[in-house]
């Protein structure tokens, strides 16, 4: 564990998917930082971080919910999201989006910069690996277009997962590909996004793995259902699931 000198107090901003949704994931998430030798706080202000807004091309809601979002993080030394495509909002787009603002626009820049996804930061960061965690389980593992693309989060989460003992993973043909959630593009175009998911989801049934992770949410609830209706017994989770000693309970789209 990482030494109390160095405990830094972070931010758990827990986004809105997980907290409606999913909300072992946000526990998941601060039973692992604080295993991290974090002093985690989840800010009670906290909203939307205004991606479907700024996607949508609602513009001035994306500005609004951005400096709502800045000056709640401002305190903290560090922001950690279990999103990759919440933490890219905050990192890439709220400079850009203030970049002509005086005021906010050095505001963005400062949090965006102490804004990380969990699993980059519990890696790069912290230098942290679980310790003690047991899953005896095959797993493919999904890369989420914005954690990838806007991020570089590829080896960190499977660095840290390759320390869960007995778990084991599996390649994935295609595990760069979008599995066609695209927040509100699966809203915008379903058709498309239904035949990207079918592609995925024939391509995770092939590996022969129990499971299914990713570092999004949103994804996963895409996949997870395509999987269910194909009839498939592959279990779907987030990765920081797994990570926190999380991985033996219900499934994503499983009754608890």
């Known amino acids: 564990m990482a030494s109390e000198m160095l405990r830094p107090r972070v931010a758990l901003f827990v986004t809105c998917l997980v907290d409606a949704m999913r909300p072992r994931i946000g526990f998941a998430a601060l039973a692992a930082l604080e295993a991290a030798g974090c002093e985690v706080v989840v800010p009670e202000a906290q909203t939307c971080c205004g991606q479907p807004a700024l996607n949508s091309g609602d513009r001035d809601t994306a500005i609004d919910l951005a400096k709502r979002a800045i000056a709640m993080l401002e305190p903290y030394e560090h922001v950690v999201i279990p999103s990759g495509s919440c933490a890219g909002t905050i990192r890439s787009h709220y400079p850009e989006i203030l970049e002509d603002d005086p005021v906010w626009g050095p505001r963005a820049h400062a949090v965006a910069a102490k804004t990380y996804e969990i699993m980059a930061y519990l890696d790069e960061v912290r230098g942290w690996r679980p310790e003690g965690?047991?899953?005896?389980?095959?797993?493919?593992?999904?890369?989420?277009?914005?954690?990838?693309?806007?991020?570089?989060?590829?080896?960190?989460?499977?660095?840290?997962?390759?320390?869960?003992d007995g778990l084991q993973l599996r390649p994935l043909a295609g595990e760069e590909t979008c599995c066609g959630f695209g927040g509100t593009f699966c809203v915008k175009y379903p058709a498309i996004s239904n035949a990207i998911v079918e592609e995925k989801a024939a391509a995770i049934e092939a590996t022969g793995a129990d499971l299914l992770l990713a570092g999004d949410l949103g994804c996963l609830m895409n996949m997870a259902g395509k999987l269910s209706r194909r009839g498939s017994s592959v279990r779907s989770f987030h990765a920081i699931e797994l990570i926190a000693g999380m991985g033996d309970g219900p499934a994503i789209g499983e009754k608890a």
């Open 133 to 164: 965690v047991t899953l005896p389980a095959t797993a493919a593992y999904h890369d989420s277009c914005s954690g990838l693309r806007e991020l570089g989060i590829k080896a960190q989460p499977r660095r840290l997962l390759r320390a869960v």
